[in-house]
């Protein structure tokens, strides 16, 4: 099982050859400042999808009421890429299976050499058709047919349902680095090439997904500003 999702690379005691512990605190005491505090990290990342002029202003109305217009935010299933690495793996002679532990979803990737469906036949869907082949010791894993409700990331980062992503994934010793590229045509002004991400092997032979609660929505009516994390 793959334990953190998180950007970057995964600092642990070996590398800096002693115990590591760290304690966060929340500004003020609340934990609503940990939300708002990775807000503003998101901001500052340069690595955003590169958008025709005509959608600019789309991205930053659904970016401005995310709390409403994100389809995370009422309990939709996150999508491709959107979703991230797994947390665990499958792998039969035939196919990939995949394991998420958001909202305990799964994806079965055959790797059987067949072909796309063709477009004319594709109903689009959140996970979209995903096919994989390996490159030398690198899975690749070749998606399409998706539907246009999911996000790429938060921020209003939409796509439409010619939305192509390849992602790619490489083990080394106890380390699946993960990287993605997403083309879109119809919006993107080029194809975006996303942050990898690392995750590291649980080593705990025990060790099990946690089922994850059912999402019910219930906070909206509720909110009284447009903040959203």
């Keep these: 099982m793959w334990i953190g999702v998180t950007g970057g690379a995964v600092l642990t005691a070996e590398d800096a050859g002693?115990?590591?512990?760290?304690?966060?605190?929340?500004?003020?005491?609340?934990?609503?400042n940990f939300e708002r505090d990775n807000t503003l990290l998101r901001r500052r990342d340069p690595n955003r999808p590169l958008?025709?002029?005509?959608?600019?202003?789309?991205?930053?109305?659904?970016d401005q009421n995310g709390n409403t217009e994100d389809p995370g935010y009422s309990c939709m299933p996150l999508g491709v890429p959107r979703m991230g690495p797994p947390n665990k793996i499958v792998q039969t002679p035939t196919e990939m299976i995949f394991l998420y532990q958001v909202r305990n979803t799964f994806r079965v990737i055959p790797t059987d050499g067949r072909a796309h469906t063709p477009d004319k036949d594709l109903e689009g869907t959140w996970m979209g058709e995903s096919l994989g082949h390996w490159e030398g010791d690198t899975f690749v894993i070749d998606s399409v047919?998706?539907?246009?409700?999911?996000?790429?990331?938060i921020a209003g980062y939409f796509h439409s349902e010619k939305m192509h992503v390849i992602e790619r994934l490489r083990r080394q010793g106890n380390t699946l680095t993960w990287d993605v590229t997403v083309e879109?045509?119809?919006?993107?002004?080029?194809?975006?090439?996303?942050?990898?991400?690392?995750?590291?092997?649980?080593?705990d032979p025990k060790a099990v997904l946690a089922e994850d609660l059912p999402c019910q929505e219930r906070d909206l009516a509720h909110l009284v500003t447009k903040e959203h994390h």
Excluded: C, H
Excluded at 53 to 59: D, T
Excluded at 184 to 203: E, G, I, Q, S, Y
């Design 18 to 32: 002693e115990s590591i512990k760290v304690t966060l605190n929340a500004r003020d005491g609340t934990p609503i």
């Design 51 to 62: 958008y025709k002029p005509q959608f600019w202003e789309k991205v930053q109305q659904l």
């Design 145 to 153: 047919g998706f539907s246009d409700a999911s996000w790429l990331d």
């Design 184 to 203: 879109d045509p119809d919006v993107l002004l080029k194809p975006w090439v996303m942050n990898p991400r690392t995750v590291r092997l649980n080593p």
